[in-house]
């Protein structure tokens, strides 16, 4: 390096700071500011003196531990956890299933129309999630479902989707039908990059199509399938439009039935901010380490199939 | 929902988690009012309401009376209910709420507790005197303060299909022992119709039929709040229903669902238990069956009783973070009393007035148009409002309530203890007053 272009660049030091102060400003004022106020307000609590009626009655004390300790013996979060686990092992693998098969098929080498169908499967995921659950609610309420209508003229049973085990079901399948299209269309594409030569490798080695989508294409997209087992683990974590728009049409949807409709209904229910904010803390604090769990898993193991394919 | 969710980073989703938390509080900092603190020339008031047409009421106001006094009111239309509740406190955090505020008679003690509302009782004249005392004795607390003036009442009524109930032979049950019998009787003679559900899906209709067996929910003895919400008055409520229910005599199934308009309106649910405004609510749910209802008083627990409870109704009053509170209280005792204002808010809102002279003026000397077949109905209205019982509320009811969905809705679906469901709304109830530091005994 000569001395001219060290020169130069001591004029530009201070750039690389100038450029990073937009996005460090937003970062600390719309991340780092709200999330640093809700842990505050997770520490916090109201206090009331007398019959908390009149000005000054009430106060904003610390609260220590005490919203956390509440949370976690307060059996409705767990239990929320519990049944949003529940979904999730319908939703994750059926789901994933469905798109990577779909994604398979469409790049089979003779598929007819499939610009048409790859779309068709697409589209749901353009209907807005509460528009989509209250169309499949009122497909499972068998007062007006046509559904119910041909199961009733055809003599068959009628079994009640918005209880029990079979909610579960009837939330999955919301979730399936609306997120298959997006899944598909990231595997589909991941697909698409395979090198040509590679399956005229296979080919001219005698696989059938069967073995090649098993052998090779499966293993390829493999980058593709964690990213999208990722992405649905936290959609998962996070459900609540589904039921909260399901919820006024059956009494088996609790106001708690998943941890953020209990974070909402603290809030904005009940009114206790502060039991919200700890709750919201505790979920995504348990997100962070269940993802981010997960993507190192995902990545060591990796390496090692790398370091396998190194010492073969 | 999974699949929009998904393309955000993992950063940013957890991130909205938080600020989901956040939220009410930002709100406050858009939606409130800046005002000159000038005390005399020019006043601009916010009011949040969510009554439909109520900026058309207020035209009157800004046209005529407080055009005189220069006292200028601005609606900034609202959702209703609990979550309203919410957004004032969050506002009045934050020292910048409304003006005015429409506010559930329900809401007032959670409001005043968190010192939000003014007292306005200086300001708004000879106001009591328009209004009955039980609707009145809500918006003091108890106190000599006045902390509201009531607009818009809902005393509950019984709702019955005329016409199906002379087909099945049915007479229009007077106690809930014949409220039984009769949903019994329809069972035999129609099996797939049900005479009405139990809906665990709104508060408010059990907070009434507690509040007219006599329940009183929240009292206060000296520095300490008692809380009886399964108290005796409520246990026989609960009892009552969740026995209808695990017999079979009624449906279980929520109120409001596309379901429950398609059984109102092709007679496969013959009655409901309601209040005032539920024309309004069939004229949408049920409008195939119009001219076919009809109305009456509700069920008693004895013959010789004559009470009613309330469900629903709502009062307008002034926040502590107002500048000009005594304009802000001129406006809300025009809007609630002036005969011109209650005229205007029948028409434009159709509301049902607190204010009892109003009960039988105005819009209100003929039927409604769903009800056209029953000439007598705002008469027999006004009748039923007065011997509404009175009312209880404490400082968290918004908690009662929402255990109430959960616990009840639960219970129904299960057909189970209806009394265990209550026990449990009282448990939390008091939990969550404890939490807040209130000296409680039950």
Redesign the interface.
């Known amino acids: 390096m000569t001395t001219a272009h060290r020169r130069r660049s001591y004029g530009v030091k201070g750039a690389p700071y100038a450029f990073l102060l937009p996005a460090t400003l937003l970062f600390a004022l ?2 780092a500011l ?2 640093g ?2 842990l505050w ?1 997770s520490f916090r ?14 106060r904003e004390v610390w609260a220590g531990l005490g919203n956390y300790t ?1 949370a976690f013996t307060d059996s409705e979060l767990l239990d929320g956890a519990l049944r949003v686990l529940g979904y999730g092992c319908i ?1 994750v693998p059926v789901m994933l299933g469905l798109a990577l098969l779909l994604a398979l098929m469409l790049d089979a080498d003779k598929v007819r129309l499939a610009p048409f169908t790859r779309l068709a499967i697409f589209l749901p ?1 353009a209907i ?3 528009v ?2 209250l169309l499949w609610g ?1 497909l499972y ?4 479902s046509p559904f119910y209508f041909v199961l009733e003229k055809l003599g068959l049973p009628q079994p009640d989707l918005l ?1 029990g085990g079979p909610l579960y079901l009837a939330l999955s399948n ?2 399936v039908w ?2 298959t299209g ?1 899944n598909m269309i990231v595997i589909y594409t991941s697909l698409q990059a395979i090198p040509a030569e590679v399956y005229e490798a296979a080919k001219l080695d005698g696989a059938t199509p069967t073995q090649i989508a098993l052998r090779i294409k499966i293993p390829m997209v493999a980058p593709s399938l964690v990213l999208t087992f990722f ?2 683990i ?3 974590l ?5 039921p909260t728009t399901l919820k ?5 949807v ?3 039935w998943s941890p ?1 409709m209990k ?3 603290d ?7 502060y039991q ?2 700890a709750e ?2 505790i ?2 604090f348990a ?2 380490v269940l ?2 769990g997960f993507l190192r898993a995902a990545n060591r193991r990796n390496k090692q199939d790398a370091s396998h394919e190194g010492a073969r | 929902m999974p699949n929009t969710k998904r393309r955000r980073l993992f950063v940013r989703g957890a991130a909205a988690t938080l600020a989901a938390t956040l939220g009410a509080t930002a709100l406050a900092a858009c939606g409130s009012s800046d005002e000159d603190s000038a005390e005399s020339g020019p006043v601009s008031l916010t009011y949040w309401t969510w009554t439909p047409g109520m900026d058309k009421v207020v035209d009157l106001w800004n046209k005529g009376e407080g055009k005189k006094d220069q006292i200028t009111v601005t609606v900034k239309k609202q959702a209703s209910g609990d979550t309203l509740v919410t957004k004032i406190l969050t506002a009045h955090k934050a020292g910048k709420a409304p003006d005015l505020v429409q506010a559930e008679y329900q809401a007032l003690p959670t409001l005043v507790s968190n010192d939000a509302l003014a007292d306005i009782g200086k300001n708004v004249g000879d106001a009591k005197s328009k209004f009955a005392d039980g609707v009145w004795q809500q918006t003091t607390l108890g106190t000599d303060a006045v902390y509201a003036v009531p607009q818009d009442i809902g005393p509950m009524m019984f709702y019955y299909r005329a016409d199906l109930f002379e087909k099945y032979g049915l007479t229009v049950p007077t106690t809930w022992e014949q409220f039984a019998a009769t949903a019994r009787a329809l069972k035999e003679k129609a099996p797939d119709t049900d005479l009405t559900t139990f809906s665990a899906n709104d508060s408010g209709l059990f907070a009434g039929l507690a509040q007219q067996a006599g329940a009183k929910w929240w009292t206060t003895s000296g520095d300490k709040w008692n809380v009886g919400i399964n108290d005796a008055a409520t246990k026989k409520v609960a009892d009552f229903w969740g026995g209808l229910v695990k017999e079979g005599a009624i449906d279980n199934q929520p109120m409001y669902t596309p379901a429950w308009n398609k059984a109102l309106n092709t007679g496969k649910q013959i009655a409901w238990v309601s209040a005032v405004w539920a024309p309004g609510t069939l004229t949408t749910a049920a409008p195939d069956t119009k001219g076919k209802w009809a109305m009456a008083p509700l069920p008693q627990w004895s013959a010789d009783e004559n009470v009613t409870g309330s469900w629903g109704g709502s009062s307008t009053a002034v926040t502590t973070d107002s500048e000009h509170k005594d304009a802000a209280a001129r406006f809300a005792a025009w809007l609630n009393t002036d005969g011109d204002a209650l005229n205007a808010l029948a028409k434009e809102s159709g509301i049902y007035p607190a204010s009892t002279s109003a009960q039988l003026s105005g819009a209100f000397t003929t039927p409604p148009d769903y009800f056209s077949n029953q000439a007598d109905f705002y008469t027999t209205a006004a009748k039923i409002a007065k011997t509404t019982a009175p009312s209880a509320w404490g400082p968290n009811v918004n908690v009662a309530y929402t255990t109430f969905k959960d616990a009840f809705g639960a219970a129904a679906k299960d057909k189970s203890d209806f009394s265990a469901a209550l026990d449990k709304m009282q448990a939390d109830t008091v939990a969550d007053m404890k939490k807040q530091g209130f000296e409680v005994s039950e």
């Open positions: 719309f991340f709200p999330i106020y809700a307000l609590k109201v206090h009331v003196s007398g019959l908390g009626l009149g000005s000054g009655a009430r509440a939703v995921y807005p999630g509460v989509a659950a009122f309420l068998p007062d007006v209880d919301i979730a609306g997120g997006f992405f649905s936290i959609a998962t996070q459900v609540f439009n589904e006024p049409l059956t009494n088996s609790s106001t708690t953020l974070v909402y209904r809030a904005f229910g009940t009114g206790d901010l919200a904010a919201a803390v979920i995504a997100t962070l993802s981010f």
